[in-house]
């Protein structure tokens, strides 16, 4: 087994539990895979459809490749006027695209929804959530990398002074071509 990063893409829940009565909740999602835990931005949004629309990175060794075998996802509330508190969880079953992803080197997952159990073990709502897994952590950073020399092309591109450079270049040589073009023909 190699060394690997899952990414993960937190998009948003629909229908989940309000957990009291009054107050308009904000929710957070906190995210453990194997022995790391991160966590979210607090949600924007109603409080029926939160969104987050933010991307976690988890740095897997080989030990964390064979033993990671699920993603748990609790949602918590916080509220102006009361602590807030646990809403539910979603665990979801990764050891499949970690074997799949060390395999081909790389595997994506599309967000899907997934449930969300609360503390009864009854269902209330979904979670969508998206992976990304790379085998090689060389290569990811590589093209994170890449990506950001791309970015930086492209923003020189756009600029207007990299308009203007390249536009008083193109003048310059389309009217000294018809300049020389013209000189021939009174040669002629």
């Given at each position: 087994m190699k060394t690997g990063i899952l990414e993960i893409l937190l998009v948003n829940a629909k229908g989940i539990a309000h957990p009291n009565l009054v107050g308009t909740p904000s929710y957070y999602v906190v995210i453990e895979c194997g022995t790391q835990t991160q966590r979210s931005k607090v949600s924007s949004g109603k409080h029926e459809q939160p969104c987050w629309n933010e991307k976690f990175i988890?740095?897997?060794?080989?030990?964390?490749?064979?033993?990671?075998?699920?993603?748990?996802?609790?949602?918590?509330?916080?509220?102006?006027?009361?602590?807030?508190?646990?809403?539910?969880?979603?665990?979801?079953?990764?050891?499949?695209?970690?074997?799949?992803?060390?395999?081909?080197?790389?595997?994506?997952?599309?967000?899907?929804?997934?449930?969300?159990?609360?503390?009864?073990?009854?269902?209330?709502?979904?979670?969508?959530?998206?992976?990304?897994?790379?085998?090689?952590?060389?290569?990811?950073?590589?093209?994170?990398?890449?990506?950001?020399?791309?970015?930086?092309?492209?923003?020189?591109?756009?600029?207007?002074?990299?308009?203007?450079?390249?536009?008083s270049w193109w003048k310059i040589l389309f009217f000294y071509h018809r300049k020389s073009s013209k000189d021939i023909q009174k040669m002629n």
């Open positions: 988890f740095d897997f060794s080989p030990f964390d490749c064979k033993n990671s075998t699920h993603l748990k996802c609790r949602i918590m509330a916080t509220e102006l006027f009361t602590s807030g508190g646990f809403v539910g969880e979603a665990k979801i079953y990764i050891g499949g695209i970690i074997s799949e992803g060390n395999d081909q080197g790389y595997i994506e997952i599309k967000p899907a929804a997934y449930n969300v159990v609360l503390e009864d073990d009854t269902y209330k709502g979904q979670i969508k959530i998206g992976f990304k897994f790379i085998a090689n952590k060389e290569q990811y950073m590589m093209g994170r990398r890449d990506q950001c020399i791309a970015y930086e092309k492209k923003e020189s591109c756009n600029s207007i002074c990299g308009c203007i450079w390249r536009i």
